[in-house]
């Protein structure tokens, strides 16, 4: 058990670190090669911001584990709205400016809703796996047409000075791209490792570990990102490494661990209890930043307050399930 602890917390340690370290070296690398700003910002940084539950998911369905790689999809994307976006917003409120996250958004539903009729079955075969990572490449191929044709969107401007600020030499940027890599699947082959282990010691579904836990490990890197970003002024990356994350973990993560170890006899719970959190969630979110009735597109602190109330009462009642099993 305290082995087991201790990988998951090294895990987490050094999953952090190596997140931000391989976007860092990945955003310069991609900089010093002439990529626009903005096409970093929706490609590089928002498919880095995912790595950490993109392999973590992998390593998980290769272990036999798959539903472990689920819960941490769908745990992931209710982190990401009701704890993250909830604390960033409390800290400093969130207003939404850019165009092109007020269209990722309407998207980011249309991915939900599609993820949960493929789910309606109690199972993801291989098949609807290959057709969420159609769909991932196809979105890759919308961000970059998005960031091509957005000169002027607010997301620009936001981006630009991000990456002036961390921007490294060329041979650097690779130097951390590498290791950054090296040390995330490090990282996250031991935090699996431990998390299995002590879900078989509790007597807990892998699922339920992947939920809380490993949802909320993998989840730490756009916490600090986004409350980073917002404290700087920088609302739209604050919000769009949520967004875009939330798109990414639904079509590639469990598109990647579906792929590789397709899941039969999903437990009902996922569909009628996580997945609608995460629904409810993402509809809170597009009427909160877009706005209504004259309202600016904004998460104010209030708003802020209740989504991070949401997070502590969904997570209490998986913990009231759970110990009263």
């Known amino acids: 058990m ?154 620009k401007s936001e981006m630009e000075e991000e990456l002036q600020s961390h921007i490294m030499p060329f041979k650097q940027g690779i130097l951390w791209l590498v290791a950054g890599l090296i040390v995330l699947i490090a990282s996250s082959r031991i935090l699996v490792w431990g998390s299995v282990n002590i879900a078989q010691l509790l007597g807990i579904s892998d699922l339920i570990i992947g939920l809380t836990i490993v949802a909320l490990g993998t989840s730490l890197p756009e916490l600090v990102a986004s409350v980073i970003a917002a404290r700087k002024g920088e609302h739209d990356i604050a919000i769009g490494n949520v967004v875009g994350s939330n798109m990414f973990n639904i079509l590639a993560v469990i598109g990647i661990a579906t792929t590789i170890a397709p899941m039969n006899g999903i437990d009902p719970l996922v569909l009628n209890r996580d997945w609608t959190t995460m629904f409810i969630l993402t509809i809170g979110l597009f009427i909160m930043a877009y706005g209504f009735k004259g309202r600016r597109g904004q998460i104010n602190r209030t708003e802020g307050a209740i989504l991070l109330l949401a997070y502590i009462a969904y997570n209490s009642y998986l913990v009231a399930t759970v110990t009263s099993l």
Request: without cysteine; aromatic residues 6%.
């Open 2 to 155: 305290v082995l087991s602890l201790l990988a998951i917390i090294a895990g987490f340690v050094l999953l952090v670190w190596s997140a931000d370290k391989f976007v860092d070296g990945a955003s310069s690398t991609a900089k010093h090669l002439g990529m626009p700003s903005l096409l970093i910002g929706m490609v590089i940084v928002g498919f880095g911001t995912s790595a950490p539950e993109m392999v973590v998911s992998a390593m998980a369905a290769m272990d036999g584990n798959p539903r472990l790689a689920l819960g941490n999809a769908i745990g992931s994307n209710i982190v990401n709205i009701a704890l993250i976006l909830g604390v960033t917003a409390i800290i400093a409120p969130i207003a939404v400016n850019s165009k092109i996250i007020k269209k990722e958004i309407p998207i980011l539903i249309l991915i939900v809703i599609i993820s949960g009729i493929l789910m309606l079955d109690d199972s993801l075969s291989r098949l609807e796996g290959f057709l969420l990572l159609g769909a991932f490449f196809s979105l890759i191929g919308w961000s970059i047409y998005s960031a091509l044709k957005g000169k002027s969107d607010a997301l």
